[in-house]
């Protein structure tokens, strides 16, 4: 199976034939943070495909706030590219959980941990994010387990 790094470089490839401009320079983007991910210090040479969902999704939060900000200081032309960008990102990234779905999993993990209250936050937290890891977003998780553990 081919990992996500195989995939950019592919894909990088197909945008180039296609002249296909937003796409190619999104994915550029995407292989220049791989690869400082990949070199990093103390990385071991190699990045692996949960390292890479989490720069995805580091870079799809960047992209939707400069977005954000954008708007606000009304240059839509700036935004437009932003989400662009962003939602070439959002397809190497698996769907987002349902709220339903969401819950679901947080309460067997409540359950798993023996949270009993708000003073348990923190272990319901680490376990959260660690299973939850490109499948939900962090405030998304704060949120849900904060309205269960009330």
């Known amino acids: ?78 935004a437009e590219g932003e989400l662009a960008e962003a939602a070439v990102i959002e397809r190497y990234l698996p769907a987002p959980m349902t709220d339903a779905e969401l819950e679901t999993v947080l309460r067997a993990i409540i359950a798993q941990v023996g949270a009993t209250g708000p003073q348990d936050m923190g272990k319901v937290m680490g376990t959260a994010t660690k299973q939850l890891a490109g499948k939900a977003d962090g405030r998304a998780i704060s949120d849900k387990v904060k309205a269960l553990l009330k």
């Open 1 to 78: 199976m081919e990992t996500l790094f195989e995939q950019i470089n592919q894909d990088i490839k197909s945008a180039m034939l296609a002249r296909d401009k937003v796409t190619l320079e999104a994915l550029r983007g995407i292989k220049k943070e791989f690869l400082e991910a990949k070199t990093a210090k103390g990385g071991d040479g190699t990045l692996h495909d949960d390292q890479a969902l989490k720069v995805l999704q580091k870079m799809l939060k960047q992209r939707k706030e400069s977005a954000q900000i954008y708007t606000e200081q009304n240059r839509p032309d700036l």
